[in-house]
């Protein structure tokens, strides 16, 4: 069935030609412009697959760029002009390599919660129940209590996303400014992060913004009605979630499923893109997930 797979960083070439080949080996793997004649009802082939690509890691540049070029592939990628321009970090990659346990100490002086409520916690699933100032004063505690100097960029500069975007090998849409989880936000700001990235990222790249990644991207936890309607009013056509599901008809297309593929051998990558519409529905009801695990922090600290 017809389907997005979706990648962020990529720090093994090996690998990610391994699953290259696997997607190939199943699907027509196709421009973003037959999916929007899949969803007009111009494609009836049940095997095609969009390739995207979240954040503007820099090994969009150095990796998956020259190995689509080399393949004759395209993709769609998902970026922030704010961090290209600056040439600076999301808060989950500053924060990637901190110890443990001393984040969860500044979680808990920043929350004013015991640290030994939170032990055993999985810091960055709390950190994705706050709001994004709450996550940068975490990080800003942090590098003044263990004198953590700030990280250089991680992400690709202006120059390189402009190539990238004269090489036709990506659509480029937005992706906010800052990665907040979303629903976590007051209506201005969770606004604000969308509508500023896609009005700023048309400014760089000379043209109409119509495609957007929402950050995490799970539906009715990390975005939902609010968040749509804000892209509407942006002039945005189709967005991306993140569902185990294959493309319908039917789709909400601010709200297209995307298969996330992040590790796994040839044969792990085959089953999970055969059968993993069939499976995730059963593992996220009687598994558990990250979505099940935020939640019961979220009741837990009331959050």
Known sequence: MPKIINFHEIHDKDWFEDTLDVIQDLYEVVPFYEIQNFYNGKVKTKNIAHLTVDDGHISTYSIIYPVLKKRGLTASIFVSPKIIEEESNFWFSESCDYDKEKLIFCIGEMLNIKPENLMGIYPRSLMKLLRL????????????????????????????????????????????????????????????????????????????????????????????????????????????????KNLSPNNNLLAIPRYGLYHGNKDFIRNKLRYGALWEPVKKQFLNNEDKYRRKLQKKFRL
Not at 168 to 179: D, R, S, V, Y
Not at 191 to 208: A, P, Q, V
């Open 133 to 244: 100032d709450q996550i940068w004063k975490i990080i800003r505690l942090y590098q003044k209590k263990f004198n953590s100097p700030a990280k250089i960029s991680q992400y690709v500069n202006l120059n390189q996303l402009l190539e990238m975007e004269k090489s036709g090998i990506f659509e480029i849409g937005a992706h906010t400014l800052n990665h907040p989880i979303l629903s976590n936000e007051k209506d201005a700001t969770a606004e604000f992060e969308i509508t500023k990235s896609i009005t700023r990222l048309g400014e760089l790249l000379h043209r109409n913004i119509t495609t957007f990644a929402y950050p995490n991207g799970s539906v009715n936890l990390d975005f939902g009605p609010r968040e749509i309607e804000f892209l509407k009013k942006s002039g945005v056509k189709y967005a991306y979630s993140f569902e185990f």
